[in-house]
């Protein structure tokens, strides 16, 4: 069974057995796709809704700043498309199975149950982490994400915009490693001896 932290390492945005599992018009799809291109957590996912989305950017504040700090997200075509086919509530994009909103713990344990139900080890903290390691990979600065992720400091963005520059400068220098006219060691100028005791 495939886990999200393994598919993140690998570089698989999500792995397409999520996808498959759970197509577009399921609730679980629109669970998915809101914490993969919001970038939120849990807690404020479950709030997230409609009344948070002016000309097309969502902007809503983070529980954890206790409401003092904002993530802003532009809602990006593939989340829109999601969202159009829902199914969605008048005031938040997740709901249940009964069309009501979660709380965050309810959500994160039937999120966890449909990445179960897809043959996939995952949770809502999972998926965050998968967007953040997307966001880096792309290019996002230490700023830029923590205007997403509505981070306050520098520390957590870092894991990632560091993380994301290694592998960068790792397959730019690749090609350091290539020996094009495959020469060989030269060999030495002086005489070599032959193994054994030094002369005395």
Known sequence: ??????????????PPALLARWPLGTRQ?????????????????????RQHVRNGVGCIK????????????????????????????????????KGKPLTKESFGNLFKKACVQAGVLGSAHGVRKIAAATAA????????????F?????????????????DRL??????????????SIPSPTRPVRALGRKPQ
Request: proline letters at 3%; aromatic letters at 6%; glycine letters at 10%.
């Open 62 to 97: 983070t529980e954890k700043s206790q409401y003092k700090v904002a993530a802003t997200v532009p809602v990006l075509p593939i989340l829109q498309e999601t969202l159009e086919a829902g199914p969605c509530g008048e005031m938040t994009f997740i709901v249940g199975e």
């Open 1 to 14: 069974m495939l886990n999200l932290k393994t598919a993140r390492a690998i570089g698989i945005s999500v």
């Open 137 to 148: 990979n792309n290019g996002a600065t230490t700023a830029q994400l923590k205007a997403l």
């Open 150 to 166: 509505g981070w306050t400091s520098d520390q957590m963005a870092e894991i990632y915009t560091k993380t994301a520059d290694r």
């Open 29 to 49: 799809r629109v669970w998915l796709d809101v914490l993969l291109y919001s970038g939120l957590r849990r807690g404020d996912a479950v709030r997230y809704g």
């Open 170 to 183: 790792g397959r730019e220098a690749g090609h350091m490693l290539e020996n094009a006219e495959r020469t």
